[in-house]
């Protein structure tokens, strides 16, 4: 269960689904943006969450770490139907490479320092999120991992790796 953690992500949100069945969960002040950057969907019991940056090597931000908190915390319920979680990422070059290095370092420079700590805090709680889920978590590999993708793919059940 993740419920401890429910007090400490209050960051509202908006949820939608695409064509391909994939609900998105964004916080709210993102909603407008056109391509969604994590992908979820429940399918006969299983949940799928998809990192869907692939130009950035699937490079982790806030939005990304705090839409994959509200999914897990939704699946964490008993009563969402998911039985065991998959996490992949988008592009086949990549499965994460971390978090967004850059982005970081751009708060920084321009003294946005609580900006860029909000970035690890909120990794740092979905990490361990994952690392206290009931249901199986596997994480599939595939490609490029680095940083933040080893932070939310170790703490998880199962971890597959591919050649790439």
């Known amino acids: ?18 064509k391909a069945g994939f609900s998105l969960l964004r916080p709210a002040h993102t909603a407008a943006m056109v391509e969604p950057l994590v992908l979820s969907r429940v399918e006969n019991g299983i ?29 964490s319920d008993s009563s969402s139907g ?3 979680i998959l996490l992949t990422g988008a592009g086949g070059k990549a499965f994460c490479a971390g978090g967004d290095v850059k982005q970081v370092a751009l708060q920084v420079l321009d003294n946005q320092y609580d900006a860029a700590m909000a970035f690890f805090k909120q990794e740092y709680l979905t990490d361990a999120a994952i690392s206290q889920l009931q249901r199986p978590h596997i994480s599939l ?11 939310v793919s170790m703490h998880g059940h199962f971890r597959v790796a591919t050649e790439k």
Do not use: H, Q
Not at 1 to 18: G, N, Y
Not at 56 to 74: F, G, H, K, P
């Open 141 to 151: 590999l595939d490609g490029i991992t680095m940083g933040g993708g080893a932070g």
């Open 82 to 84: 998911v039985r065991a």
């Open 47 to 75: 949940g799928e969450i998809v990192l869907n940056r692939p130009r950035a090597l699937n490079s982790l931000n806030l939005e990304m770490v705090t839409s994959m908190y509200e999914v897990y915390r939704a699946w």
């Open 1 to 18: 269960m993740i419920r401890r953690f429910a007090a400490l992500s209050a960051i509202p949100a908006v949820k939608t689904t695409c």
